[in-house]
């Protein structure tokens, strides 16, 4: 029906409210794609880093990326014209441009996919030849482990041709590479111990979690380490301030537990447990049997770890926060039946 000759009435009184409510969630999904976006460009440049620190033979002169603007914008302009035409033109300055591209149907793999997928023609090539083995593809490869490669920038489309629906994926690398000599590509990285051949403007060696691989960066991270799980590294101290649940000198270790009457080893998510107490979490009370007398210290032998011997003060009262005396020594685990370790308790008179 036409109601363009009829006043708003009853029936419609609701079509203005229904406008807002129309522009505020284009709004929100606007702000929803540009947080996904983020992520995405996060998540493609840690990806990069990550696979560039991988690489076999190890190399000595591989540079840590950064995520560039100017290259995301150049990589989505060759993105959205679905790889046809002309290449985009680089702005002023800007140093040679390379390029890694794809074009697979609509949904048949994520960006992230498609990056290892480009990692994974390392296979077929031949570092010391210096080539691509014979019938095979491994220029998306040598781009991606391009040592001097330091910018990054990514896009993708959706590319719809009548009935054909396809995704253009592109990332645009600064300084680009796969550069020729005399007809055939030179090697793109120097092999060697990580980080060995790093120029003096980017003397920093980087490395993930894990002391895996090692990039050449900028010495912006003098602590040359990073933190998992959402840590926060403490430039100053070197040290990894973890969210709750986490623990370990990186984050790494998922630990909830609390040590009530002992110490806590973070690296291993475990008690240490007090003279006197035991359990998961040191808060069941066993006090030792025999006599105490005055001026006597109480030695727990056979720990498991490493034969430790620790010394602690029967002197000290209940409850104290560290009642371990700061004197330790190492003794030979004694070892019974089937190997397991004997734990004794003794005295030692002063």
């Known amino acids: 029906q036409d109601y363009s000759s009829r006043g708003p009435g ?21 702000l929803l794609e540009l947080t996904a976006g983020l992520k995405e460009r996060f998540l493609l440049l840690s990806l990069h880093n990550k696979l560039r620190s991988k690489v076999q033979p190890p190399a000595a002169n591989m540079q840590r990326m950064d995520w560039s603007e100017k290259l995301a914008q150049l990589a989505q302009e060759r993105a959205a014209s ?26 048949a793999a994520s960006f992230a996919a498609v990056v290892e997928l480009w990692f994974s023609e ?4 031949d570092y010391h030849a210096a080539q691509c083995l014979e019938n095979t593809t491994c220029s998306h490869y040598t781009q991606l482990v391009w040592a001097t490669s330091s910018r990054l920038g990514c896009g993708k489309h959706a590319c719809i041709a009548g009935q054909e ?26 092999k060697g111990a990580w980080c060995s051949l790093c120029t003096s403007g980017c003397s920093g060696c980087f490395k993930s979690w894990d002391h895996s691989g090692g990039l050449c960066e900028v010495p912006r991270n003098p602590c040359r380490m990073s933190c998992r799980n959402d840590g926060r590294l403490n430039m100053s101290t070197c040290h990894c301030d973890c969210l709750p649940g986490y623990t370990g000198r990186y984050c790494q270790v998922k630990c909830s537990i609390q040590c009530l009457h002992g110490r806590f080893r973070e690296e291993e998510c ?5 003279i006197g107490y035991g359990g998961a979490e040191c808060g069941s009370e066993s006090a030792p ?19 430790s011997l620790d010394f602690f003060n ?3 009262s209940k409850g104290h926060p560290n009642p371990l005396h700061p004197v330790s020594g190492r003794v030979r685990a004694w070892q019974g039946v089937g190997g397991l370790p004997i734990f004794s308790i003794g005295y030692i008179q002063l």
């Open 10 to 30: 009853p029936g419609l009184a609701w079509i203005p409210e229904l406008r807002l409510l129309e522009v505020a969630w284009a709004g929100r999904l606007q």
């Open 82 to 107: 679905c790889l046809a035409g002309a290449l985009p033109r680089p702005p002023h300055h800007t140093q040679h441009v390379g390029w890694n591209t794809q074009l697979l149907p609509a949904g």
């Open 122 to 125: 390392g296979r077929s090539y």
């Open 165 to 190: 629906r396809r995704e253009a994926f592109v990332c645009a690398y600064s300084p680009g590479g796969n550069w020729e000599m005399n007809g055939k590509t030179i090697i793109p990285y120097k």
């Open 270 to 274: 475990s008690c240490l447990c007090d």
């Open 289 to 307: 049997r025999g006599p105490r007398t005055p001026g006597s210290w109480v030695v727990a032998s056979g720990v498991p770890l490493c034969g």
């Open 314 to 316: 029967p002197r000290l």
